[in-house]
């Protein structure tokens, strides 16, 4: 699939308005238009990919690190008292949009909501919206999550001794009569 042909790809371009509630160099989260509960956030990588197989581990780790902040907006925001953070990897597993994103979704004591069967509310006005994504956006943690580079151990490789043949054969002997 092609950026252009991608419709999370132009809405991170701006080319398709979002109420965005956070977004760094690397990620963008924005409020879901068909939430299952209000206040339910989609979080992408800035860079295209189709699922979470094909995201590089250098950047799945500050994608994680920012769903983990943006989750933690979305509870105080909404004063939820839980939240699901749901992966739909293929269209086999209900992934309508082929460019991976995270559902960050906002739970309540009673609100019947099953995961696996989506429903999808609808936000009574713009109002409503733009005072979830303000809320949700002023309780995201600040800053962009820094991670240490990895540093190849410089320690040598522990030497193996190898045992003679004679010591081999010794040892099954051994083990055989236990």
């Not at 109420?19 to 956030?41: C, E, R, T, W």
């Not at 040598?156 to 002997?173: D, L, M, Q, T, Y």
């Amino acid at each position: 699939m092609e950026v252009k042909d991608c419709v999370f790809c132009q809405i991170g371009l701006g080319k398709i308005p979002a109420k965005v509630v956070y977004q760094d160099s690397n990620v963008l989260a924005f409020l879901d238009i068909n939430p299952s509960n209000k206040g339910h956030v989609l979080v992408i990588p800035k860079n295209h990919f189709s699922d979470l197989v094909e995201i590089p581990e250098h950047e799945l780790k500050p994608f994680m690190a920012a769903v983990k902040r943006i989750a933690e907006g979305v509870l105080r925001g909404t004063k939820a008292e839980g939240f699901n953070i749901v992966l739909n990897n293929s269209k086999a597993a209900g992934q309508a949009i082929p460019h991976l994103h995270l559902h960050v979704i906002p739970r309540f004591t009673g609100d019947d909501l099953q995961i696996g069967s989506w429903r999808h509310l609808k936000y009574e006005s713009e109002e409503e919206m733009n005072k979830l994504r303000d809320s949700i956006s002023a309780n995201v943690p600040a800053g962009e999550p820094e991670f240490p580079r990895e540093e190849k151990s410089e320690l040598p490789k522990p030497k193996v001794k190898r045992r003679s043949k004679k010591e081999v054969s010794f040892i099954k002997r051994e083990i055989e009569k236990a």
